[in-house]
């Protein structure tokens, strides 16, 4: 007999599948996240070492992130679809399938510097490399940050790490502004200082996607849309 006639009997059923599929969501969000890291090492370890072999990884490598960005999309519309879910429970799969395109666009990225490094016939100098190297840890630890946030639905962490993204727009403030004073005075091929630009671009804008991993963090947890950048 039925303790509670009222209820829906298939109410348990729909909430442990739900869960589950959600689970699997931040599961492979983990795993997008894990991948982007290696991304960024490959692809600033291929540009600084002039290894042009790891650098064609990088770029034909973005295809396995596509694809869990894929499987995690095709999730999200799974459980809207037969789930229906309201409330705190759609909020977080919408969150989550934003997360996904933003750790997309970070593989991309990568990719950028990787067709770079796989296109030069030099090597950064000294001073520039430390710079790339500075800044290469500086987007990884910020991602590898927020993966952990979002596992522990840490929000004050992700406003955190948010705010360190200062450390990364100043390194490519200076980046640029150095490239643009050797090619004035002529002390460097204006072709090799774009593309270095373009790299500290790129990982600038790795910088920034991983502050909007944070505003959607902040989202998902508490419904308010706050601008952390």
């Known amino acids: 007999m039925n303790p509670n006639p009222g209820a829906d009997p298939h109410a348990h059923r729909y909430r442990s599948v739900l869960d589950e599929d959600t689970a699997r969501a931040r599961e492979l969000i983990s795993q997008m996240g894990s991948f982007v890291e290696t991304a960024i090492q490959c692809a600033t370890t291929a540009l600084l070492d002039g290894d042009r072999t790891l650098a064609g990884a990088v770029v034909t490598g973005d295809i396995a992130l596509n ?40 593989g991309d ?17 000294p001073e520039r490399a430390a710079d790339i190297t500075a800044m290469a840890t500086l987007c990884i630890e910020q991602v590898h940050g927020m993966i952990d946030a979002l596992t522990a639905r840490d929000v004050a962490r992700a406003r955190a790490i948010a705010a360190h993204d200062r450390r990364i727009d100043d390194l490519y403030n200076r980046i640029f502004h150095a490239m643009m004073t050797v090619v004035a005075v002529g002390q460097i091929d204006p072709h090799h200082a774009t593309s270095m630009v373009f790299v500290a671009h790129h990982l600038e804008r790795i910088g920034d996607r991983v502050t909007n991993l944070a505003e959607d963090l902040v989202y998902l947890e508490t419904g308010d849309v706050e601008e952390l950048g």
């Open 67 to 106: 694809a869990m960005q894929y499987e995690l999309r095709d999730l999200c519309f799974t459980i809207i679809l037969t789930q229906a879910p309201v409330a705190r429970d759609l909020r977080e799969v919408m969150g989550i399938h934003h997360m996904a395109s933003e750790l997309e666009r970070m």
């Open 109 to 125: 990225h990568c990719v950028g510097i990787g067709r770079i490094a796989r296109d030069r016939d030099d090597r950064p100098d």
